[in-house]
C-alpha cells in the first residue's frame, strides 16, 4: 500500500511540472481541417452526440459538452498577459458566438489573468453561460505550480476569483489538485462552507483518483471530476467509468494528446482523411462519444483553432472508425 501510494504521489508530481509543456504542445500541433464534416453512422459507439448534445452539470445546469478552456488566452507559459490581448478577448467572446456554454479556468492561469480577461470580453454574461473555475495551486514564479489547498488559503482565492470575474456566485468551482500537506477533507471541507455561505453552486474536483473522490463525497456533493485524459493517456479510465456510474461530469484535460508522430496509416489519421478534418478534430469526436459524461475542455489561443474544435462537435464516426481509434489507447 505504501509503494502505490507513492507511486501515485510521484505521478501526480510528474503532472504537475509537465503541466504548462503538455498543454501548450497540444495547441501548437493543432493541424488546420477543412470547413466540410461528413455524417456517418454512429449506432456502434458508445455515445451518440446527435442524441446527447448537452449535459445537466450537477443536475441543474445544461451545458454544451464541447466547452472552452481559457488557460491559454494567457501569455507565454500561461504567465502575465497575452502578447495580443485583443485576440484573447475575440477568441473568448467567438467561443460564446459559436455556442460554447462551459468555460473552464483557474485562479493559477495567469496567475488572475484568464478571469480577468474572461470578464473583460464577456461581462455582463449571457444568460446560460457557466463559468468553471480552480482554486489550490499557486503561481510563485513562471513555469512553477505549487499546490496549497488550505482552507484560509482556498477562501481567500474564491474571493478573489468571484472579483475578478464580476460574480456572486461561482457556477462549478473545482478543486486544482491534492495538496499532500492537506487533508482532502479540510479542503473540501472549506469548499462546502464557501458554498453554504452561497458563494459556490456546485464543488468540483480535478487531479484525483478513486479514493479522494470517495472522501470528498463524504464531505460534500462532487459534481464534476477534470483530470488528464486522451486518446493516448487513459490512466484515468477507472475515473471515467465512475463518472458515469455517478452521473458525474468529466473534463478531460489535456483532451486533444501529443499525437506521438502518428503513422499514416493510423487509424486516427485514416478517418480524419476520410472526413477531411484534422486529427485533432476526430480526437475530440473520440472523446464525445467516448462517454454522454464527457466534457472536453479544449483550449487555444488562435480564432481558427476555436473554429476547428468547435465544429468537431458535429464530426461523426463510422462504428469501424471509432473501434479502430479506441484500440490506441498506451
Known sequence: MHDN????KEKRSISRRKFVAVTLGSGAALLAGKPDIIAGANAATPSNMAT????????DLSV??????AMRVTGQGIW??????QNALKVLRRAVELGV??????????PDTSELLIAEALYPYPKGLVIATKGGLTRPGPGQWVPNCRPDHLKQALDGSLKRLRLDQIDLYQLHTVDSKVPIE???????QMQDAGKIRHIGLSNVDRGEIDRARKIVSIASVQNRYNIEDRASEDV???????????LPWFPIGGSRGLKPENPLNTAAKAHGVSVFQVALAWLLERSPVMLPIPGTSSLAHLEENVAASKLKLMPEEWKAIDALKG
Not at 471515467?240 to 461530469?249: A, D, F, P, Q, S
Open 5 to 8: 501510494a507513492s507511486g501515485r
Open 52 to 59: 446527447n448534445p448537452t449535459f445537466n452539470l450537477g443536475g
Open 64 to 69: 454544451h459538452r464541447l466547452g472552452f478552456g
Open 80 to 85: 502575465g498577459w497575452p502578447a495580443d490581448r
Open 101 to 110: 456554454n462551459l468555460i473552464d479556468t483557474a485562479d493559477a492561469y495567469g
Open 186 to 192: 479540510e479542503s473540501v471541507g472549506a469548499l462546502k
Open 240 to 250: 471515467l467509468v465512475y463518472c458515469e456510474k455517478e452521473k458525474l461530469g468529466f
